[in-house]
């Protein structure tokens, strides 16, 4: 979708003009005021659609209720400019202008709403679904072009993961990575991931015929302010390895890298955002495949720290790719870690998919981090990192084992996360297992990746 600011939107010649109504308050359309029914009261969600039969430069004008002016914040404004556009859409809608006439700072979310309902991965069907093309929004007090350069980093993320594997493998991310403009990437292979000593990530790696790749994405601006690695879980294909998945449990596994995903998505878009921060993104990417060349239960890994690791059980996966990662994240002297991971279904069962789980060694960062998300309008709920979690963790053999007990699965896989984490850095891990892919639409997102992390992520680098 194209986003065409303009002096006074309303003035557009397009399919449909959208307007706002407030609750119990007069519209800036006189069509509309003149012509709504009283049960039309502006609150949150409502809409009405009104044909101008050549009254206006608009075929039709489109009410949109935002509720309470005092109670307008930005997730009722991005949900409710989705759920208009989803309307224009209706109406096979090419063109729409936006005339919003309100106080708070709406022009970043109107275009992320907009760019979100706009989403379809339809890339594989024959007949493709009906898009707006050009949006027109009046002049605006924030940037605009922030918010379209956020919802290219989420459709980059949200196309990624909803990729099949046999597209989205180890080799296609890391060709991804090498066409971003701005940046500067590494590719290490799997001889080179050798040299590094990731003893636990090659031990994933090794059961699939797609060979790992190691990728490291550098940002490195004039005079940064701070310095940041983002780490994104990079499993094109968790199948469980030889500890199987069941059918049911395999189907959307194809998700499993919704963390680099992310991470590749902000890495698109940060040399336009331009902020004060040096910013490393890495993604340790490969498959988990049951063969007979595949790591097995008993296995006893050496990750780059020099830690050793029983492999309790090789679902286990993602954490023993991360340990490698972060280790090497926390090689590079940052000051700040972020990892971000569909990591593990009890973060799942405990929180759905109305929230990511948030973990970390500095309870200031996690803090900023949830703020952060909440204003971006993603949602995370901390999970504690209790001594409890770690001795779930004890081996006989080797220095842990890759699982802990049944229970309260999300922290011991913090706590095993933690192991690999050194130095003064501050550190914190999303699990967006719940969060990356929905089985069913939820607010303004259908079917299917979420982006989940993007936002989050890039807000918070843009708040140096
Ligand atoms: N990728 C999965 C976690 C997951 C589950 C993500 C559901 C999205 C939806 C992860 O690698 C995994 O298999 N975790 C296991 C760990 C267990 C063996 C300790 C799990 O959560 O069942
Ligand atoms: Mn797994
Ligand atoms: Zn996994």
């Known amino acids: 979708m194209e986003i065409k600011v303009v002096e006074n939107a309303k003035d557009i010649e397009c399919d449909v003009l959208v307007v706002n109504k407030f609750e119990d308050e007069l519209t800036s359309n006189p069509l509309v005021n003149k012509y709504a029914p009283e049960t039309f009261k502006g609150k949150a969600g409502e809409t009405f659609v009104i044909h101008t039969r050549g009254e206006l430069p608009s075929m039709y ?7 309470k002016e005092q109670d307008l914040n930005n997730t009722v404004i991005r949900e409710n400019i989705a759920k208009a556009v989803k309307k224009c859409a209706e109406l096979k809608a090419k063109t729409i202008a936006l005339d919003i006439d309100a106080k ?5 979310q109107s275009v992320i709403g907009a760019e979100i309902a706009n989403y379809h991965f339809d890339k594989y069907k024959t007949k493709k679904e009906h898009r707006i093309s050009e949006l027109f929004i009046s002049k605006v007090s924030d940037d605009v072009k922030v918010g379209e350069y956020l919802a290219e980093g989420m459709k ?10 046999a597209f989205a493998n180890p080799a296609k991310l890391a060709e991804i990575a090498q066409g971003f403009e701005g940046v500067e990437t590494t590719i290490y292979d799997e001889a080179q991931i050798r040299e590094m000593g990731m003893g636990a990530y090659l031990a994933v ?6 060979p790992p790749k190691f990728i490291h994405i550098k940002y490195i601006p004039q005079n940064p302010k701070r310095r940041v690695a983002i780490v994104g879980k990079g499993l094109c294909f968790d199948s469980g390895g030889l500890d199987i998945k069941p059918a049911a449990s395999m189907l959307n596994m194809k998700d499993d890298m919704s963390g680099a995903a992310c991470v590749l998505g902000i890495m698109k878009v940060i040399s336009k955002l331009q902020p004060s921060v040096e910013v490393h993104a890495i993604i340790a990417a490969c498959e988990n495949m049951p063969s007979g060349s595949a790591y097995k239960p008993g296995d006893i890994l050496t990750a780059k720290n020099g830690k050793t690791i ?3 059980n090789t679902d286990a996966e993602g954490r023993l790719t991360l340990a490698d990662a972060l280790c090497y994240a926390c090689e590079l002297n940052v000051d700040d870690v972020i990892d971000i991971a569909t990591l593990t279904g009890a973060c799942m ?6 929230a990511s789980g948030i973990m970390g060694n ?6 900023e981090l949830i703020k952060i998300g909440a204003d971006a309008g993603e949602k995370f709920w901390q999970l504690p990192m209790w001594q409890e979690y770690r001795d779930n963790l004890k081996s006989d053999v080797a220095d842990m084992r890759n699982t802990g007990a049944r229970y309260g699965g999300a922290s011991s896989a913090g706590m095993f996360l933690k192991e690999f984490v ?14 990356a892919f929905l089985d069913k639409p939820q607010h303004e997102f259908s079917k299917g990746a979420t982006g989940i992390g993007v936002r989050t992520i890039l807000n918070y680098l843009l708040s140096y």
């Open 310 to 312: 029983e492999v309790d």
């Open 349 to 354: 069962v405990a929180l759905g998919s109305a």
């Open 61 to 67: 004008v489109l009410a949109v209720g935002l509720g």
């Open 156 to 165: 980059l993320a949200r196309n990624l993961a909803n990729e099949p594997a």
């Open 362 to 367: 500095n309870d200031e960062f996690v803090n």
């Open 422 to 435: 050194s130095g003064d850095v501050r550190w914190a891990h999303l699990d967006v297992a719940g969060t």
């Open 104 to 108: 708070f700072p709406f022009g970043v």
């Open 205 to 210: 790696a090794q059961g699939s015929v797609n």
